[in-house]
């Protein structure tokens, strides 16, 4: 049986501009370490494909066992100026969280 990142965590998102940051929030002590090893920042872009065009940094929280991704360039220049569905990025978390995690 495949599993998801989803089933190692939870996400949440912000935005400020055309900055989008997603937070991974681990459900448990072991999942965090799974994650701080192997949910690299390279790993993100490359999941995330056209929705994250540019940089993408990678920050961790272990006082709440959490990481947080910032996107750059991932919001076709921010609320009051994209033409997208989700110009605010909440569905990031959705669409990270659908990672294949074996």
């Known amino acids: 049986m495949s599993r998801t990142l989803y089933d190692l965590a939870y996400g949440r998102a912000g935005d400020k501009g055309n900055i989008a940051n997603i937070s991974v929030i681990a459900r448990t002590s072991e999942a965090y370490q799974d994650l701080k090893m192997r949910l690299t920042a390279e790993r993100v872009k490359a999941h995330l494909g056209d929705l994250a065009p540019g940089r993408v940094l990678r ?10 991704f910032v996107l750059y360039d991932a919001l076709d220049g921010g609320a009051t100026r994209s033409l997208r569905i989700d110009a605010l990025g909440k569905s990031l978390p959705g669409a990270l969280l659908c990672m294949e995690w074996d």
């Open 59 to 68: 920050y961790e929280l272990d006082n709440i066992e959490a990481l947080n």
